[in-house]
């Protein structure tokens, strides 16, 4: 005899407390997961130019080959948004005081760098000149450079120690644009996400500096062995935080795809091809075959 049990679901009695808080939790939980899947974009198909201030190549080799994605929670997924969905105000700031900004190249697209045979680069965002007022040289064209930042020493430190020392990252991200486009200087502007106050500086980039990081770049994507480990000890701060350590130092296996298997070799237009059967369709990448070798 077949005996169906039915589960008595009690409805939300909103009038009551307990049960509005008890929506609200529930709200609260739908709205993170939501957020966690909506911004997140998978695994970057290029090594990004912002990323090229980190100073472990390794973290940055393993990412580039797609060995574990980094997931965040809903709160942090919409923090990262904070910054994007800043950029419209920051350009329409500079145009209300006069600034010719461009957004997009004759491309009708972003402003974007590239090399490695199109497994490195970046987005700008965007370039402008300063209103005659100014009284500049007419050939001056800056880069532009969006950031927010919470109060703290993360935003105040811009003011008085300067971008290069308060923001390396932001300054190695700025100059690899300004040594590849020829820019020599940028207009950075941070805004503070708690009361509004905007900080800006001109900075003078180093294409040095900019050169030495497109070629490490090229280094790291061709590299066909791991890199070296920032530290042998995984209690190093930058290893103990890093969503890559099981994989560095425990031996993890890698997520299997493509460009997570020894077969494969990054080429020319930003292709990837198997030493096995040849050119990897893009599709297929994501997923590899039964031959998958983990790096």
């Known amino acids: 005899m077949l005996i169906i049990w039915a589960m008595a679901i009690r409805m939300l009695n909103l009038s009551l407390p307990t049960d509005r808080e008890k929506l609200e939790e529930l709200l609260a939980e739908d709205l993170d997961l939501f957020c966690q899947t909506y911004y997140e974009q998978g695994h970057r198909n290029h090594l990004g130019a912002s990323e090229m201030g980190e100073e472990c190549w390794r973290k940055l080799w393993y990412g580039f080959r797609w060995t574990k994605l980094e997931w965040h929670d809903g709160r942090m997924m919409r923090l990262f948004n904070v910054g994007h969905s800043a950029e419209p105000r920051f350009v329409t700031y500079l145009r209300g005081i006069g600034f010719e900004v461009k957004e997009f190249d004759t491309d009708g697209k972003q402003f974007r760098i590239s090399g490695a045979m199109g497994h490195y680069g970046g987005s700008l965002d965007g370039l402008c000149k300063a209103p005659s007022r100014y009284q500049l040289s007419e050939d001056i064209i800056f880069l532009n450079e969006f950031k927010t930042n919470g109060t703290g020493k993360g935003y105040s430190d811009v003011e008085e120690k300067g971008v290069a020392k308060a923001k390396p990252r932001h300054f190695a991200q700025m100059s690899q644009y300004g040594y590849h486009m020829k820019i020599k200087y940028g207009i950075y502007m941070i805004e503070n996400k708690n009361d509004s106050e905007i900080t800006i500086k001109v900075v003078e980039l180093d294409w040095n500096l900019g050169a030495q990081l497109e070629k490490k770049a090229e ?58 059967y040849g050119l990897i369709p893009p599709e297929f990448v994501k997923t590899g075959c039964d031959n998958w070798l983990p790096i």
Do not use: M
């Open 219 to 276: 280094q790291i994507i061709f590299a066909k062995e791991p890199p070296p480990r920032i530290s042998e000890n995984k209690s190093f701060f930058n290893c103990k935080y890093c969503h890559l350590s099981g994989i560095c130092h425990d031996g993890e296996q890698p997520e299997k795809n493509c460009r997570s298997c020894r077969n494969a070799v990054p080429t020319e237009n930003a292709t990837w091809t198997c030493s096995l």
